[in-house]
């Protein structure tokens, strides 16, 4: 609910403690779950594997990706977003559930297995400052996305079938949002949740990696056809073909290098000091206003001598140009457009992320080609500069948290890797 052309552009955890319900769903909430906790040891140690998730979806026309995950006892598939910029996994949760939209899968049925008020996973929910706790035994959550989507609910514990790459597969209990209070975003679409793979506490990732199953690593491969996949670990890429750059120690809250310089075609553009952010819950990727006033006016002059004219009438996405027939690849026009890149400094060493035409660029249903590079100040996201889905496909992009680092390679992303 959070996808499309806006994107999960940042999220935003309330500090909000729905607990003083007092309707039927509240009676009927506390009476399916508030029963003894149900406990589950320690599964095994550290298996030293990883795992992969095939990805379905595109960026356009459908505008999001998601996978697939079985969750419960017995274990039962939903179909969730895929963000790296939020750390919260929630479904949409018949607890019962007060205000749910459309699904592909019934609604989840909640364990009775609660996460506590003063849970570190409740607290880092809630930080900076404690949860205050009416009912000590539940942990109350309100996530707020900026396209205007939000769920709220309460953090319950449930097994998550897993199989790992070295052929053990796993039931781990892992904390997600029992979402029974959901609001629909302007890039709402039908799936049964979020899957929240941020740097916080609360992520699957985190929490794996806390009860020592895989290294703390994250990685996608978002094929430009279409699909994909994600893996969890460090077995599936070989470090010394990646290019690397430093998570920024200033800004932690998300997988973010930093400041960036905008370059076109090679050549500075002005506009720098650009704070980015790689994150899959957004389609597009989004510049600040000054960024995209720079990008969007050297665009335009460069294409004054081009066989191409701008097409208001194309509402896709907000800017759009014909051609003199309608074009049906990227490549049809892929000579028209310059390269861009974002350039990061560490210390000494500057890194390009490249961009090249096919990395901002879609044909759209009419037969234009539009910017996929949109003004991220119009939508709230402030001065934040988004790296989205259409910027990052065809090329691995690994966020190793183990050594603060974020890398790409280019990659195959139409099959998923083989294992040993």
């Excluded at 977003?81 to 479904?91: A, F, K, Q």
């Excluded at 000494?348 to 996929?372: D, M, Q």
């Excluded at 003004?375 to 050594?403: A, C, F, H, P, W």
Aim: with cysteine; charged share 20%.
């Amino acid at each position: 609910m959070k996808k499309g052309q806006m994107g999960l552009l940042v999220w935003v955890l309330v500090l909000l403690l729905v607990l003083g319900f007092s309707s039927a769903a509240d009676k009927g909430w506390k009476k399916s779950i508030l029963s003894p906790e149900t406990k589950s040891p320690m599964l095994l140690n550290r298996v030293g594997s990883s795992i992969v998730f095939p990805v379905d979806g595109n960026v356009y026309p459908l505008g999001y990706y998601n996978l697939t995950l079985y969750i419960g006892h017995p274990a039962k598939p939903y179909f969730l977003d895929v963000d790296t910029g939020s750390d919260l996994t929630w479904l949409q949760c018949d607890a019962p559930c007060v205000r749910c939209t459309a699904a592909p899968h019934p609604l989840y049925q909640p364990s009775n297995d609660l996460v506590a008020c003063k849970d570190p996973l409740c607290i880092s929910l809630h930080s900076p400052g404690d949860p205050k706790c009416e009912n000590p035994e539940q942990c109350d959550y309100e996530v707020e996305y900026a396209d205007g989507g939000s769920s709220l609910g309460v953090l319950v514990k449930d097994a998550f079938a897993l199989n790992f790459t070295n052929g053990v597969r796993l039931s781990p209990r892992l904390a997600l949002g029992c979402g029974y209070d959901q609001v629909p975003g302007i890039s709402y679409h039908p799936l049964d949740g979020v899957l929240g793979l941020g740097k916080g506490k609360c992520s699957i990732l985190s929490q794996l990696h806390s009860q020592g199953l895989v290294q703390n690593i994250i990685g996608h491969c978002l094929s430009g056809q279409g699909g994909g996949f994600i893996f969890f670990g460090d077995s599936l890429y070989d470090p010394s073909h990646v290019v690397w750059t430093s998570m920024s120690t200033e800004h932690t809250k998300y997988y973010s290098p930093g400041v960036a310089e905008l370059l076109f075609g090679g050549k500075t553009t002005g506009s720098k000091n650009l704070l980015v952010v790689f994150d899959s819950g957004s389609s597009y990727t989004y510049f600040n206003s000054q960024g995209y006033q720079t990008l969007t006016s050297l665009l335009k002059e460069e294409l004054r001598k081009k066989p191409l004219k701008e097409a208001p009438e194309d509402q896709t996405l907000s800017l759009c140009w014909k051609g003199r027939r309608p074009f049906r690849k990227i490549r049809d026009v892929k000579n028209y457009f310059k390269p861009l890149a974002l350039s990061f400094t560490t210390g000494k060493t500057k890194t390009n992320f490249g961009l090249p035409p096919e990395a901002y660029l879609i044909i759209s249903s009419k037969g234009n080609v539009c910017l996929g590079i949109l003004n991220g100040t119009e939508v709230g996201l402030q001065d934040l500069n988004l790296i989205g889905d259409i910027s990052m496909l065809d090329r691995m992009v690994i966020y190793d948290n183990e050594k603060q680092s974020i890398g790409w390679v280019p990659a195959n992303c139409d099959r998923l890797p083989k294992f040993k």
